[in-house]
């Protein structure tokens, strides 16, 4: 019903945080370098999860747009699924990106020789 919120929400933080660190020079941290491809896959999930609840008439173009929330009952159960159904999914969707950038990041370093970049750049030291 509008489990999709949940990772909306998320990617929204992520978004701010992003764009709070986005003119910093140097970021010593991979995770931060690589918020950029989180905000990707939440914003990405979503807008397909949106979309598949639209598709089947659970979000409308008219107030209360969810159509869960005009009856209590309904709510009540709207609100259960965004917090399983919808915490789970932004959960498996950041413990997948913790992942990839822990595996992309020891691909660089292995990569490079002595483990010294240049700094700023994917360049190596010689």
Do not use: Q, Y
């Amino acid at each position: 019903m509008a489990c999709f919120l949940v990772p909306a929400a998320e990617a929204v933080v992520t978004t701010v945080i992003k764009k709070k660190t986005d003119g910093e020079k140097e970021i010593k941290s991979p995770f931060v370098k690589r918020l950029g491809w989180l905000n990707n896959m939440l914003w990405g999930g979503s807008a397909l999860l949106a979309f598949e609840h639209v598709w089947h008439g659970e979000v409308t173009p008219w107030f209360p747009f969810l159509t869960a929330a005009s009856n209590p009952a309904d709510a009540a159960e709207m609100l259960t699924e965004m917090a399983t159904s919808g915490v789970g999914m932004s959960l498996l969707v950041t413990a997948a990106w913790v992942g990839v950038v822990a595996v992309s990041n020891n691909i660089l370093k292995r990569s490079e020789p002595d483990g010294k970049r240049l700094p700023g750049g994917t360049e190596t030291v010689k």
